[in-house]
């Protein structure tokens, strides 16, 4: 059993920033997909990003060139910088554990999940 806890997220301005963490339970987390979702509300949850176990990276068109993952295996953690935040980006955001395959933008892919933070851009 994977345990994904994320912090870091809240409110902020539109064009602000945050930075959001999820740490992992698991001293394997360093041969796991890691991806980002969120969720806005009454929508459905949606792709956000991946970061394969080889370091490749995967982004929706509506973040790309704002927002960055990474990961650190040394603390079991997977990062994700967001800048030049947009009301459209408020939801709740997920991190998910993928432990088999690369990459996947469906979230039905995913095995584990965090319980999700809340990011609020206010315009």
């Known amino acids: 059993q994977v345990q994904l806890v994320e912090s870091g997220g809240g409110l902020v301005q539109a064009g602000g920033s945050l930075r959001l963490s999820c740490a992992a339970s698991?001293?394997?987390?360093?041969?796991?997909?890691m991806g980002w979702f969120r969720q806005a509300p009454g929508k459905e949850r949606t792709f956000v990003t991946f970061?394969?176990?080889?370091?490749?990276?995967y982004y929706a068109d509506s973040v790309k060139g704002r927002f960055t993952i990474s990961r650190d295996n040394a603390k079991n953690t997977v990062y994700l910088q967001m800048n030049s935040l947009k009301p459209e980006d408020t939801a709740i955001y997920y991190c998910?554990?993928?432990?088999?395959?690369?990459?996947?933008?469906?979230?039905?892919?995913?095995?584990?999940w965090g319980q999700g933070t809340q990011v609020t851009v206010s315009s």
């Open positions: 970061i394969n176990r080889n370091g490749g990276t």
């Open positions: 998910a554990a993928r432990l088999t395959g690369y990459g996947s933008t469906s979230y039905r892919e995913y095995d584990y």
């Open positions: 698991e001293r394997t987390f360093s041969k796991y997909t």
